[in-house]
C-alpha cells in the first residue's frame, strides 16, 4: 500500500503526457510529475519518491526529499498565515498546512516552529501541529538511565530546556547542564542523567561517555541514585566509613568522586556528595 507522507520504493508502470505513473505490486498507483522524471528509465525500473497530497487533494510522488515526513519533527518556516491556518515551508512545492487548533502559540509569517506532522484521519491530510509534547508518551519509556539518546530541542522551561528524547518521550535538560548555545529545533546527542519515579527523563549533553565510566564511579552514581541523590562521604571521611557503606578503599573513592566531580555529576561538601539535580524536579 502506498503511503502517504512516507518514502515509498514504487515500481514505473506506464510513461503518459503528465508524466510516469507508479505503483506498489497491489492496487495503488501514483503520478510522478514530468518535472520529477528522471533523463533515463525503462518500464519496470523502481524509483523512491516521497508520497503527498497535490493542490487538488490527489496523491502525487516527488523525487524531493522534504524537510520533514510523518510521524517526525522539524523546525520550519511560516510562509503565510489565512483565515484557514499557517502555511509551512517544508521543501516541496505545496505547502504542510498547520490548522489553528494545533497551533500552541499564534504562528506568524517568516516564524520558524518546531512541529510535528501527522495524516489526519478525517480530512486524510497531512498536517502539522506544533503542540508538540501531545505526541510525546513517558508511560512507558523505551530508555534506561545512561542510555545514549537522539535530541530535538523543544521549548524552555523555567528550569532548563525541554528536549525530545528519540522521537518518543519528553526529557528536561537542566539549567546546570547546558555548557553551550543550543536553540529551537537542533538535534543533539545526549545521555539519560536520570529516570525519576514518575518516569520523568533528566538528560546530559555532556560528552562524558557513561558506558565507559571508570566502575567505581559508575558503582556511586548507581549507590547516588538509590539513596535519594546522596552519600554522607566526601574525601576527608575515614577510610572505615567509606569501607563500611561502599566497600572499597578510601583511594579508591577519593579517584571516583574526582572524576564525578570533575564531570560535573556531584557536588561535594562537608555533609556529603549529592548528585547534582537530585533536588530539583522532584
Not at 508518551?137 to 528524547?165: A, C, R, W, Y
Request: proline content about 4%; glycine content about 8%; aromatic content about 10%.
Amino acid at each position: 500500500m502506498i503511503q502517504l507522507g512516507e518514502y515509498n520504493t514504487l515500481e514505473i508502470l506506464r510513461d503518459t503526457e503528465p508524466g510516469l505513473f507508479l505503483g506498489d505490486g497491489e492496487d495503488g498507483e501514483v503520478l510522478l510529475p514530468n518535472r520529477y522524471v528522471p533523463q533515463t528509465f525503462e518500464i519496470g525500473d523502481k524509483l523512491e519518491v516521497f508520497v503527498y497530497l497535490d493542490n487538488e487533494e490527489r496523491p502525487v510522488a516527488t523525487t524531493d526529499k522534504p524537510f520533514i515526513k510523518k510521524g517526525d519533527f522539524a523546525l520550519l518556516r511560516c510562509n503565510q498565515v489565512t483565515k484557514f491556518g499557517a502555511f509551512l515551508d517544508w521543501g516541496l512545492v505545496k505547502e504542510l498546512f498547520c490548522p489553528f487548533k494545533e497551533q500552541a502559540f499564534k504562528m506568524k509569517a517568516g516564524g520558524w516552529y518546531l512541529v510535528y506532522c501527522y495524516l489526519d484521519e478525517e480530512t486524510e491530510r497531512l498536517v502539522a501541529s506544533s503542540k508538540t509534547n501531545q505526541f510525546l508518551d513517558n508511560k512507558e519509556l523505551t530508555v534506561k538511565q545512561f542510555d545514549e539518546v537522539d535530541l530535538i530541542v523543544s521549548h524552555p522551561s523555567e528550569i532548563g530546556m525541554n528536549v525530545i528524547v528519540n522521537k518518543k518521550h519528553l526529557g528536561l535538560v537542566f539549567k546546570d547542564d547546558i555548557y553551550k548555545d543550543i536553540s529551537i529545533g537542533d538535534r543533539l546527542k545526549g545521555i539519560v542523567k536520570k529516570v525519576r519515579h514518575d518516569n520523568k527523563l533528566d538528560i546530559s549533553l555532556s560528552q562524558i561517555g557513561y558506558r565507559n565510566i571508570e566502575p567505581n564511579a559508575q558503582f556511586i552514581l548507581n549507590e547516588l541514585n538509590d539513596n535519594s541523590g546522596f552519600l554522607p562521604l566526601h574525601d576527608k571521611s575515614s577510610p572505615e566509613a567509606i569501607k563500611e557503606q561502599l566497600q572499597m578503599s578510601k583511594k579508591s573513592f577519593k579517584k571516583a568522586i574526582g572524576s564525578l566531580y570533575k564531570d560535573r555529576l556531584i557536588i561535594i561538601d562537608e555533609n556529603g556528595i549529592t548528585l547534582i539535580n537530585s533536588q530539583k524536579g522532584s
